[in-house]
Protein backbone atom coordinates (compact mmCIF):
# COMPACT_ATOMS: atom_id res chain seq x y z
CA UNK A 1 0.00 0.00 0.00
CA UNK A 2 2.95 2.30 0.90
CA UNK A 3 4.29 2.02 -3.10
CA UNK A 4 1.21 3.84 -4.31
CA UNK A 5 2.46 7.14 -5.68
CA UNK A 6 0.08 10.58 -5.32
CA UNK A 7 0.70 12.79 -8.25
CA UNK A 8 -0.63 16.31 -7.82
CA UNK A 9 -2.36 18.36 -11.56
CA UNK A 10 -3.58 21.93 -11.81
CA UNK A 11 -3.67 24.82 -14.60
CA UNK A 12 -0.85 26.46 -12.79
CA UNK A 13 2.44 26.60 -10.54
CA UNK A 14 0.50 29.25 -8.44
CA UNK A 15 -2.16 26.98 -8.18
CA UNK A 16 -0.14 23.82 -7.41
CA UNK A 17 2.14 25.74 -4.80
CA UNK A 18 -0.77 26.60 -2.97
CA UNK A 19 -2.43 22.96 -2.72
CA UNK A 20 1.18 21.76 -1.85
CA UNK A 21 1.42 24.03 1.12
CA UNK A 22 -2.02 22.51 2.64
CA UNK A 23 -0.67 19.33 1.98
CA UNK A 24 2.62 19.88 3.74
CA UNK A 25 0.19 19.99 6.90
CA UNK A 26 -0.77 16.13 6.44
CA UNK A 27 1.75 13.60 7.35
CA UNK A 28 2.04 9.85 6.55
CA UNK A 29 1.98 10.61 2.39
CA UNK A 30 4.23 12.95 0.04
CA UNK A 31 3.22 14.04 -3.84
CA UNK A 32 5.54 12.38 -5.67
CA UNK A 33 5.28 14.58 -9.09
CA UNK A 34 3.56 17.48 -10.04
CA UNK A 35 2.28 18.29 -13.33
CA UNK A 36 0.29 21.26 -15.68
CA UNK A 37 -0.59 19.56 -17.95
CA UNK A 38 -3.48 17.18 -18.89
CA UNK A 39 -1.25 15.52 -21.24
CA UNK A 40 0.67 14.05 -18.24
CA UNK A 41 -2.91 12.38 -16.63
CA UNK A 42 -3.22 10.60 -20.30
CA UNK A 43 -0.35 9.11 -19.82
CA UNK A 44 -0.84 7.90 -16.43
CA UNK A 45 -4.21 6.49 -17.36
CA UNK A 46 -2.72 4.51 -20.48
CA UNK A 47 0.00 3.62 -18.42
CA UNK A 48 -2.22 1.43 -15.72
CA UNK A 49 0.02 2.35 -13.21
CA UNK A 50 -2.16 2.37 -9.54
CA UNK A 51 -1.99 5.80 -8.55
CA UNK A 52 -4.14 8.70 -6.91
CA UNK A 53 -3.96 11.91 -8.52
CA UNK A 54 -5.16 15.01 -6.96
CA UNK A 55 -6.73 17.32 -9.44
CA UNK A 56 -8.17 20.83 -9.27
CA UNK A 57 -8.82 23.19 -8.23
CA UNK A 58 -8.54 25.39 -11.17
CA UNK A 59 -9.11 22.07 -13.33
CA UNK A 60 -12.31 21.30 -13.46
CA UNK A 61 -14.88 18.51 -13.78
CA UNK A 62 -15.28 19.27 -17.80
CA UNK A 63 -11.54 19.36 -17.91
CA UNK A 64 -11.32 15.62 -16.73
CA UNK A 65 -14.54 14.91 -19.19
CA UNK A 66 -12.55 16.07 -22.00
CA UNK A 67 -9.71 14.05 -21.43
CA UNK A 68 -11.64 10.91 -20.67
CA UNK A 69 -13.17 11.42 -24.07
CA UNK A 70 -9.65 10.59 -26.01
CA UNK A 71 -9.08 7.45 -23.17
CA UNK A 72 -12.52 5.60 -24.16
CA UNK A 73 -13.53 7.29 -20.73
CA UNK A 74 -11.82 5.48 -18.23
CA UNK A 75 -9.31 6.43 -15.73
CA UNK A 76 -7.33 3.33 -15.89
CA UNK A 77 -6.07 2.25 -12.21
CA UNK A 78 -6.01 6.00 -11.36
CA UNK A 79 -8.55 7.04 -7.95
CA UNK A 80 -8.89 10.95 -9.30
CA UNK A 81 -9.81 13.06 -5.97
CA UNK A 82 -11.28 16.37 -7.46
CA UNK A 83 -10.53 19.71 -5.76
CA UNK A 84 -13.68 22.43 -6.67
CA UNK A 85 -14.27 25.21 -5.09
CA UNK A 86 -18.01 24.49 -6.03
CA UNK A 87 -20.29 21.83 -5.04
CA UNK A 88 -23.53 20.59 -5.87
CA UNK A 89 -25.32 17.11 -5.75
CA UNK A 90 -25.16 17.53 -10.21
CA UNK A 91 -21.64 17.68 -9.90
CA UNK A 92 -21.13 14.66 -7.52
CA UNK A 93 -23.46 12.47 -9.88
CA UNK A 94 -21.80 13.85 -13.00
CA UNK A 95 -18.59 13.47 -11.28
CA UNK A 96 -19.51 9.50 -10.60
CA UNK A 97 -20.65 8.87 -13.91
CA UNK A 98 -16.44 9.78 -15.07
CA UNK A 99 -15.64 7.15 -11.94
CA UNK A 100 -14.20 10.40 -10.38
CA UNK A 101 -13.75 8.59 -6.61
CA UNK A 102 -13.84 11.63 -4.25
CA UNK A 103 -14.76 15.33 -4.95
CA UNK A 104 -13.65 17.64 -2.27
CA UNK A 105 -14.21 21.28 -1.45
CA UNK A 106 -11.66 23.63 -1.89
CA UNK A 107 -9.49 24.67 0.49
CA UNK A 108 -10.19 20.71 1.88
CA UNK A 109 -10.67 19.99 5.35
CA UNK A 110 -7.99 17.60 6.87
CA UNK A 111 -9.78 14.88 8.08
CA UNK A 112 -11.83 14.29 4.88
CA UNK A 113 -9.00 14.28 2.61
CA UNK A 114 -7.24 12.31 5.28
CA UNK A 115 -10.05 9.86 4.94
CA UNK A 116 -10.47 10.21 1.37
CA UNK A 117 -6.37 8.93 1.04
CA UNK A 118 -6.99 6.19 3.13
CA UNK A 119 -9.91 4.58 1.28
CA UNK A 120 -8.46 5.62 -2.21
CA UNK A 121 -5.30 3.46 -0.97
CA UNK A 122 -7.53 0.50 0.13
CA UNK A 123 -9.41 0.28 -3.11
CA UNK A 124 -5.77 0.85 -5.17
CA UNK A 125 -4.70 -2.27 -2.83
CA UNK A 126 -7.07 -4.84 -3.46
CA UNK A 127 -6.58 -3.98 -6.83
CA UNK A 128 -2.82 -4.86 -6.31
CA UNK A 129 -3.36 -7.53 -4.81
CA UNK A 130 -6.29 -9.19 -7.58
CA UNK A 131 -3.50 -8.34 -10.33
CA UNK A 132 -1.23 -10.52 -8.20
CA UNK A 133 -4.17 -13.41 -8.63
CA UNK A 134 -2.65 -16.51 -10.27
CA UNK A 135 -4.26 -16.47 -13.87
CA UNK A 136 -5.99 -20.26 -13.00
CA UNK A 137 -7.48 -18.45 -9.98
CA UNK A 138 -9.11 -15.57 -12.42
CA UNK A 139 -12.52 -17.19 -13.48
CA UNK A 140 -12.87 -17.21 -9.89
CA UNK A 141 -11.96 -14.21 -8.66
CA UNK A 142 -14.64 -12.85 -11.72
CA UNK A 143 -17.73 -15.00 -10.39
CA UNK A 144 -17.02 -14.98 -6.76
CA UNK A 145 -20.55 -14.31 -4.87
CA UNK A 146 -20.63 -13.72 -1.73
CA UNK A 147 -22.79 -15.64 1.21
CA UNK A 148 -26.21 -13.68 1.72
CA UNK A 149 -27.89 -13.31 5.04
CA UNK A 150 -30.69 -10.35 5.08
CA UNK A 151 -32.52 -9.64 8.68
CA UNK A 152 -36.59 -9.19 8.08
CA UNK A 153 -38.77 -8.34 10.51
CA UNK A 154 -42.71 -7.36 9.39
CA UNK A 155 -42.97 -5.04 12.53
CA UNK A 156 -40.81 -2.65 13.79
CA UNK A 157 -39.03 -1.86 16.50
CA UNK A 158 -37.58 -5.21 17.09
CA UNK A 159 -34.04 -4.17 17.02
CA UNK A 160 -33.11 -5.37 13.68
CA UNK A 161 -31.09 -2.60 12.31
CA UNK A 162 -29.07 -3.18 15.49
CA UNK A 163 -28.53 -6.91 15.09
CA UNK A 164 -28.01 -6.71 11.64
CA UNK A 165 -25.04 -3.99 12.39
CA UNK A 166 -23.15 -6.08 15.27
CA UNK A 167 -23.59 -9.20 13.29
CA UNK A 168 -21.97 -7.68 10.36
CA UNK A 169 -19.05 -6.50 12.68
CA UNK A 170 -18.87 -10.19 14.64
CA UNK A 171 -18.28 -12.08 10.95
CA UNK A 172 -15.32 -9.86 10.10
CA UNK A 173 -13.92 -10.16 13.55
CA UNK A 174 -14.58 -13.90 13.47
CA UNK A 175 -13.48 -14.30 9.27
CA UNK A 176 -11.28 -11.87 8.70
CA UNK A 177 -13.11 -11.90 5.31
CA UNK A 178 -14.69 -8.89 3.78
CA UNK A 179 -18.13 -8.64 5.24
CA UNK A 180 -20.38 -5.21 3.16
CA UNK A 181 -23.11 -4.11 5.54
CA UNK A 182 -26.67 -2.88 3.03
CA UNK A 183 -28.98 -0.82 4.59
CA UNK A 184 -32.41 -1.70 2.16
CA UNK A 185 -34.81 0.26 3.90
CA UNK A 186 -34.85 3.55 1.70
CA UNK A 187 -37.46 5.63 3.63
CA UNK A 188 -36.08 4.47 7.67
CA UNK A 189 -32.72 3.32 7.56
CA UNK A 190 -31.00 3.69 10.45
CA UNK A 191 -27.63 1.85 10.12
CA UNK A 192 -25.55 4.75 9.31
CA UNK A 193 -26.74 6.83 12.70
CA UNK A 194 -26.54 3.07 14.49
CA UNK A 195 -22.51 2.35 13.47
CA UNK A 196 -22.12 6.75 13.99
CA UNK A 197 -21.39 7.24 10.35
CA UNK A 198 -21.48 10.15 7.50
CA UNK A 199 -21.89 8.61 4.55
CA UNK A 200 -20.30 10.11 1.14
CA UNK A 201 -22.55 8.04 -1.07
CA UNK A 202 -25.64 6.18 -0.46
CA UNK A 203 -27.81 4.32 -2.37
CA UNK A 204 -29.51 6.78 -4.50
CA UNK A 205 -25.86 8.26 -5.40
CA UNK A 206 -25.05 4.95 -7.29
CA UNK A 207 -28.96 4.34 -8.72
CA UNK A 208 -28.66 6.88 -11.00
CA UNK A 209 -24.78 5.75 -12.67
CA UNK A 210 -26.32 1.67 -12.05
CA UNK A 211 -25.97 1.93 -16.12
CA UNK A 212 -21.93 2.65 -16.04
CA UNK A 213 -21.38 0.35 -12.26
CA UNK A 214 -19.00 -2.14 -12.33
CA UNK A 215 -16.97 -3.65 -9.24
CA UNK A 216 -14.23 -1.14 -8.68
CA UNK A 217 -16.61 1.71 -9.25
CA UNK A 218 -19.07 0.35 -6.69
CA UNK A 219 -15.95 -0.80 -4.31
CA UNK A 220 -15.25 3.03 -3.84
CA UNK A 221 -18.51 4.15 -2.91
CA UNK A 222 -18.96 2.09 0.33
CA UNK A 223 -18.21 3.61 3.42
CA UNK A 224 -15.99 2.15 5.72
CA UNK A 225 -16.77 1.67 9.23
CA UNK A 226 -13.52 1.64 11.64
CA UNK A 227 -14.75 -2.04 12.57
CA UNK A 228 -13.29 -2.77 8.97
CA UNK A 229 -16.64 -3.59 7.39
CA UNK A 230 -17.68 -1.80 4.63
CA UNK A 231 -21.70 -0.06 4.60
CA UNK A 232 -24.13 0.91 1.79
CA UNK A 233 -26.32 3.09 3.73
CA UNK A 234 -30.07 3.89 3.02
CA UNK A 235 -30.74 7.53 1.57
CA UNK A 236 -30.30 10.25 3.51
CA UNK A 237 -33.60 11.86 2.72
CA UNK A 238 -36.40 9.05 2.36
CA UNK A 239 -38.00 10.82 -1.00
CA UNK A 240 -35.19 9.84 -2.79
CA UNK A 241 -36.16 6.55 -2.66
CA UNK A 242 -38.76 6.62 -5.35
CA UNK A 243 -35.82 7.24 -7.64
CA UNK A 244 -34.14 3.58 -6.96
CA UNK A 245 -35.87 1.13 -9.12
CA UNK A 246 -35.82 -2.46 -8.26
CA UNK A 247 -34.02 -3.29 -11.28
CA UNK A 248 -31.09 -0.77 -10.23
CA UNK A 249 -31.59 -2.13 -6.58
CA UNK A 250 -31.02 -5.69 -7.91
CA UNK A 251 -28.31 -5.19 -10.24
CA UNK A 252 -26.12 -2.79 -7.19
CA UNK A 253 -26.68 -6.15 -4.71
CA UNK A 254 -25.63 -8.40 -7.62
CA UNK A 255 -21.99 -6.47 -8.42
CA UNK A 256 -22.02 -6.00 -4.07
CA UNK A 257 -22.01 -10.05 -4.16
CA UNK A 258 -18.86 -10.00 -6.40
CA UNK A 259 -16.70 -7.86 -4.09
CA UNK A 260 -17.57 -9.12 -0.69
CA UNK A 261 -17.44 -12.44 1.08
CA UNK A 262 -20.14 -11.80 3.16
CA UNK A 263 -23.40 -9.64 2.54
CA UNK A 264 -25.80 -9.07 5.25
CA UNK A 265 -29.07 -7.00 4.50
CA UNK A 266 -30.90 -4.59 6.75
CA UNK A 267 -34.18 -5.33 4.80
CA UNK A 268 -37.24 -2.98 5.44
CA UNK A 269 -40.78 -4.54 6.88
CA UNK A 270 -42.64 -5.81 4.24
CA UNK A 271 -42.09 -7.74 1.49
CA UNK A 272 -41.28 -5.39 -1.02
CA UNK A 273 -40.38 -6.03 -4.78
CA UNK A 274 -36.91 -5.47 -3.77
CA UNK A 275 -37.52 -7.95 -1.08
CA UNK A 276 -39.02 -11.07 -2.94
CA UNK A 277 -36.03 -10.50 -5.84
CA UNK A 278 -33.50 -11.37 -3.11
CA UNK A 279 -35.16 -14.44 -1.72
CA UNK A 280 -33.37 -16.82 -4.38
CA UNK A 281 -30.00 -15.34 -3.24
CA UNK A 282 -29.99 -15.90 -0.17
CA UNK A 283 -28.02 -18.17 1.97
CA UNK A 284 -29.98 -17.18 5.48
CA UNK A 285 -32.90 -15.24 6.26
CA UNK A 286 -33.09 -14.25 9.59
CA UNK A 287 -36.85 -13.22 10.84
CA UNK A 288 -36.56 -11.05 14.12
CA UNK A 289 -39.44 -10.54 16.78
CA UNK A 290 -39.61 -9.18 20.14
CA UNK A 291 -41.49 -10.74 23.16
CA UNK A 292 -45.08 -9.17 22.32
CA UNK A 293 -48.44 -10.33 20.82
CA UNK A 294 -48.71 -8.52 17.25
CA UNK A 295 -44.30 -9.02 16.82
CA UNK A 296 -45.51 -12.63 16.94
CA UNK A 297 -48.50 -12.46 15.30
CA UNK A 298 -46.30 -10.95 12.17
CA UNK A 299 -43.71 -13.38 12.80
CA UNK A 300 -46.08 -16.26 12.23
CA UNK A 301 -47.64 -14.25 8.90
CA UNK A 302 -43.63 -14.11 7.68
CA UNK A 303 -43.47 -17.59 8.15
CA UNK A 304 -46.74 -18.67 6.07
CA UNK A 305 -45.86 -15.99 3.16
CA UNK A 306 -41.89 -17.34 2.54
CA UNK A 307 -43.46 -20.85 2.98
CA UNK A 308 -45.60 -19.93 -0.05
CA UNK A 309 -42.93 -18.74 -1.38
CA UNK A 310 -41.41 -21.80 -1.25
CA UNK A 311 -38.14 -20.62 0.42
CA UNK A 312 -35.86 -23.74 1.93
CA UNK A 313 -36.79 -23.98 5.39
CA UNK A 314 -33.23 -24.62 6.17
CA UNK A 315 -32.44 -21.37 5.18
CA UNK A 316 -34.55 -19.35 8.11
CA UNK A 317 -33.44 -18.70 11.56
CA UNK A 318 -35.97 -17.12 13.93
CA UNK A 319 -34.21 -14.51 16.42
CA UNK A 320 -36.23 -13.44 19.28
CA UNK A 321 -34.88 -10.07 20.45
CA UNK A 322 -34.95 -9.01 24.36
CA UNK A 323 -36.28 -12.76 25.02
CA UNK A 324 -35.98 -12.40 28.92
CA UNK A 325 -38.21 -9.94 28.89
CA UNK A 326 -41.22 -10.51 31.25
CA UNK A 327 -44.32 -9.54 29.64
CA UNK A 328 -46.80 -12.61 29.93
CA UNK A 329 -45.37 -14.64 27.30
CA UNK A 330 -42.95 -17.60 27.04
CA UNK A 331 -40.62 -19.38 24.69
CA UNK A 332 -42.32 -22.66 24.61
CA UNK A 333 -45.52 -21.07 24.05
CA UNK A 334 -44.12 -18.85 21.08
CA UNK A 335 -42.64 -22.21 19.60
CA UNK A 336 -46.19 -23.53 20.48
CA UNK A 337 -47.56 -20.84 17.90
CA UNK A 338 -45.48 -21.31 15.32
CA UNK A 339 -45.26 -24.81 15.57
CA UNK A 340 -41.40 -24.87 15.42
CA UNK A 341 -37.97 -24.24 17.44
CA UNK A 342 -36.49 -20.77 18.08
CA UNK A 343 -32.97 -20.63 16.76
CA UNK A 344 -31.98 -17.99 19.05
CA UNK A 345 -33.01 -15.66 22.14
CA UNK A 346 -31.29 -12.42 22.39
CA UNK A 347 -31.63 -11.10 25.67
CA UNK A 348 -32.62 -7.72 26.93
CA UNK A 349 -29.66 -5.58 28.01
CA UNK A 350 -29.22 -2.14 28.85
CA UNK A 351 -25.80 -2.15 27.39
CA UNK A 352 -27.82 -2.02 23.91
CA UNK A 353 -29.22 1.09 24.10
CA UNK A 354 -26.19 2.64 25.55
CA UNK A 355 -24.09 1.22 22.57
CA UNK A 356 -26.39 2.69 20.02
CA UNK A 357 -26.17 6.28 21.71
CA UNK A 358 -22.99 6.51 21.99
CA UNK A 359 -22.23 4.79 17.96
CA UNK A 360 -20.18 2.27 19.46
CA UNK A 361 -21.19 -1.32 18.31
CA UNK A 362 -22.00 -3.38 21.36
CA UNK A 363 -19.81 -6.20 19.85
CA UNK A 364 -16.65 -3.82 19.92
CA UNK A 365 -18.08 -1.83 23.38
CA UNK A 366 -18.89 -4.89 25.27
CA UNK A 367 -17.85 -8.43 23.59
CA UNK A 368 -18.38 -10.09 26.90
CA UNK A 369 -21.98 -9.21 27.28
CA UNK A 370 -24.78 -11.39 26.99
CA UNK A 371 -26.23 -9.47 24.28
CA UNK A 372 -22.53 -10.29 22.40
CA UNK A 373 -22.21 -13.49 23.75
CA UNK A 374 -25.79 -14.06 21.60
CA UNK A 375 -25.04 -12.35 18.06
CA UNK A 376 -21.73 -14.77 18.61
CA UNK A 377 -23.41 -17.97 18.57
CA UNK A 378 -25.71 -16.46 15.77
CA UNK A 379 -22.28 -15.76 13.83
CA UNK A 380 -21.24 -19.00 14.46
CA UNK A 381 -24.24 -20.52 12.68
CA UNK A 382 -24.14 -18.83 9.58
CA UNK A 383 -20.55 -19.34 9.30
CA UNK A 384 -20.77 -23.40 9.87
CA UNK A 385 -19.00 -25.42 7.25
CA UNK A 386 -17.28 -22.07 5.57
Same mark, same amino acid.
Given at each position: ?21 ? &? @? %?????? $???? *? ?5 ? /? !?? =? ?94 ? &? @? %?????? $???? *? ?5 ? /? !?? =? ?223
Amino acid at each position: MNDISITLIDKSEESIERVNRL &L @K %NLSGFE $IGQT *SISLDDL /K !SL =IIEKVPTIVFMGPEYTLIDLENVLKTCGNSTGLLKIILFTTEQSSNLYRKAMKFNVFDILEFPFNYNDIKESIARAKIALNEIMVEKNVPKSDDSK &L @K %NKISKN $IMLF *SSKGGTG /K !SF =IAANLAIDIHNQTEKKVVLVDLNYQAGDLAIILDIVPRHTFYDIASIVNQLDSEMLSSFLTQHSSGIRILPAPVDPTQSESISPKATAKILDVLSKICDYMIIDAPSNFSENILAQLGKLDFLCIIASMDVPSIKNLKLSLEVVEQLKFPDEKILIVINRANTKVGITMDEIEDTLKRKIDLAIPSDRLVPLSINQGNPLIAAYPRSAVSKSINKLTQRIIKND
